[in-house]
């Protein structure tokens, strides 16, 4: 019997277990997919916003200022990355000058440390390919950029170290409660039991809701955002993250550099009834190119590596849902987390447990916890010395599996081996940035396939890059054998 089960390990689920790793009880994290943050962690803008547009007094104000800050203490306990870029809002006329005020206003409400406004002559010193149409600008200097994946490994890892369980490829598919505990179905077989269930199901989190409550109290409807990549190389086209003024469909086609180098155009927003699926159009991109170029001159289009979507879990509430079930005690919801729900996370982990602590008061602090999680520093970022001692212990540190990032085959090797170990191409793409570069994997996931393959002793045919049915090879070829 575990105290607390856990559904869904995108970033929510993982700061959630990693909350509740600082107190003596049993926690398991279920998760439906083969990797942590594969779904709305995995395909985002990576910002932490600074909180200059949600309502304030709202849990999202509250809980994205909150985070905001908790994010410098997570920078030094989980070995994360951030970029601090600041961001720019803009204005292009006098009625939305009046609206960048008016935002302003509402930066100072929800207690945004730093902002100002700026003409367009200071503006366009700090970022010289601002669209000349620019009258006035909104700059938030505490708006930060992350790596959203990476954070929800770092926070998940550590847990796992705290004494947190997770299981892959378990999708909850039912759940019953007796008098005091509950019976979640597993993949429509398996029963595990636990005293507190928390939603944590992203753009799901409604179905799980419909499992166990006759008439849940919010309403899941995916909204699709799509994105170009431009490579690493020629990013510097941009030094902040660029906002339009914030529309009733969210914050607007974005131009935002990325912690590695890459800058992200987009996203758009359309509603779409297939929350799990989300695909590019043609007519989307071409939104997002539209748009992007009335922000920011000198975009290098040609140099767009990648395009992807992710699914917003917006709900029928404007705010996030974060409330014990009304109608199943001990059954924890945390719905509606869309944006800024990778900014507000930590916050939202904290406020969620304390909430829960205080009412079930019996646990006490877990007195080993450490909040201390370490990442390897990639082999060609390290020094000269500390090279050629690495390589002289383990040869493998010489032969470049990936040529655009520099990645060796002794790190994919920790990768499929780590705490958080992987055995997909797309997994040791996350977790190592093979595969991230300018070919995109066409150089290395042949490669890094052997590799996994050899390493977890199963055949290549066998190795997925992403979902279990997402085999690269049907059948032997000359190159590839069973
Ligand atoms: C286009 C877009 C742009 C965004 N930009 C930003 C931004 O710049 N800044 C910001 O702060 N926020 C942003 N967000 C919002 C942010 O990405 C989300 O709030 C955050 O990732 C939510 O995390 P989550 O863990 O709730 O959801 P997810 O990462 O989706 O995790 C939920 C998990 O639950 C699992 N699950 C679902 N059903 C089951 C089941 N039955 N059994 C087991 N597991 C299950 C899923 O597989 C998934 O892994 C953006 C979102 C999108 C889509």
Redesign the pocket.
Known sequence: MFDYII?????????VARELSKYECKVLV????ND??????????????AAYNPEPGSLKAIL?IK?NYMYDQLEKELDIPILRCGAYVVAYNEIEENELDRLADIAAQNGVPEFSVLSYSEAFKKEPNLSSNVTKVLSLPTTK?TY?WEV?FAAMENAIKNGVNLKLN????GIKKTNDYFEVE?NNQDIINSKYLIN??????D??AK?IEKQPKFLIKG?????FVIDRRYGDFVNHVIYPLPTEAG?GV?V?PQVHGEVLL??N?IWVDDKNH?TTTFEGLKYVKDHSKTLINNIPYDRIIRSF?????SSNHEDFYIKESEEVKGLYH?GG?????????PAIAEYLVNEIMQVNNKYELNKSYNPIRKKPIPYYDLDENKQKELYAANNLYGRIICKCERITEKEIIDAIHGTLGSSTIKGIKKRTRAGAGLCQGGYCEEKVMKIIARELNVSPLEVAYDKKESKLFTSETKVVKK
């Open positions: 559904i869904g390990a995108g970033i929510i689920g993982s700061m279920v998760e439906k997919e942590v943050a594969n779904v709305q962690t995995l395909a985002n803008s990576a910002i932490i916003h994205n985070g950029v959203p929800a378990y999708q909850v598919t597993i944590a199901a992203g753009v799901s989190s179905d799980i499992l909204r699709k955002g799509e994105y914050k974005l935002t987009g996203p927003s989300p979507a992710g699914v917003r879990a945390l987390i869309e944006s800024p729900g990778l900014s507000a996370a």
